[in-house]
């Protein structure tokens, strides 16, 4: 801790704040229920999913047995009601993209739902894992939720997933707890400088028309695929149908059950004798 109040003292503070928004990890040492090699990176607590969120890399996926190509946010523990527990997000799970931007940091993820928040956009469809599966949480996060306050001191509490290896997030939320009020404080100051920059804007708005004009196309060729098979099956049924209707005079050879008329006109005479 001492380290901290040094920083704050010669204004290194801030510099060391968007370092825990990144893949860079504040060291400190190792409590007894962590080991130092599994040492991982600092947690970011989400103004816009009410969740504590790790950046991804390779310690991360060690520790907690995630896919070598895994990246994005990794969901450490959720707020009991809050955005993502009310969105079926779940500790465990992994968020790699949201409006077509790619999340590297876990600020990332905030400054993107934050910057199309304030431009009329509350919905959102993230893109991520849940074990080796591909989902596609929705939720639905507003400028009141994502600036509701949040208590920090509950943090401890809230649900997360079982522990792994030794790592447990009762130790993680301890070691790190001045961390996360330091951070959690300055980070609304990034999300609104980076938001509300022109050049975060055209880069953010060019990579969402890229994914809406590749997910158009998807659903384009989708529809395509549905035509043809409809058209199949109609060919299929029409076939089916020629066929049946082919059986009909077959059926009126049933005048071979006209063989019933043969058979009472041969029987006549016979019934005669």
Not at 99 to 124: E, H, M, N, Q, S
Not at 135 to 144: A, E, G, I, M, N
Not at 207 to 212: P, V
């Amino acid at each position: 801790m001492n380290m901290i109040h040094n920083l704050r003292g010669n204004g290194a503070l801030p510099a060391l704040m968007l370092a825990l928004s990144g893949p860079a990890t504040l060291i400190i040492a190792p409590c007894p229920a962590v080991a130092a090699d599994v040492q991982l990176p600092a947690p970011y607590v989400s103004r816009a999913l009410d969740a504590v969120l790790m950046p991804i890399d390779a310690r991360v996926r060690q520790t907690f047995k995630l896919s070598p190509k895994a990246h994005g946010v990794y969901v450490v523990s959720v707020q009991p009601g809050g955005v993502a527990a009310q969105n079926d997000i779940k500790p465990g799970d992994v968020i790699s993209r949201v409006k077509g931007k790619d999340i590297v940091k876990p600020v990332d993820l905030d400054t993107a739902v934050y910057f199309w928040i304030k431009r009329g956009t509350t919905d959102f469809v993230f893109d991520g894992y849940r074990g080796a599966a591909i989902y596609h949480p929705r939720s639905t996060v507003t400028l009141d939720l994502f600036n509701a306050a949040i208590d920090l001191a509950l943090i401890g509490s809230w649900l997360a997933g079982p522990s792994y290896y030794g790592w447990s997030y009762g130790a993680y939320y301890t070691s790190y707890s001045s961390v996360i009020v330091e951070s959690y404080s300055y980070s609304e100051t990034y999300i609104e400088t980076t938001a509300s920059s022109s050049e975060y804007a055209s880069t953010t708005e060019s990579e969402a028309s890229d994914t809406a004009s590749f997910e158009s196309e998807e659903a384009s060729a989708s529809d395509a695929n549905d035509s043809d098979d409809s058209a199949s099956d109609s060919n299929d049924n029409d076939s089916s149908d020629s066929a049946d209707s082919g059986d009909g005079p077959d059926d009126g050879d049933s005048g071979d059950s006209g063989d019933s008329g043969d058979s009472g006109g041969g029987d006549s005479p016979d019934t005669a004798r």
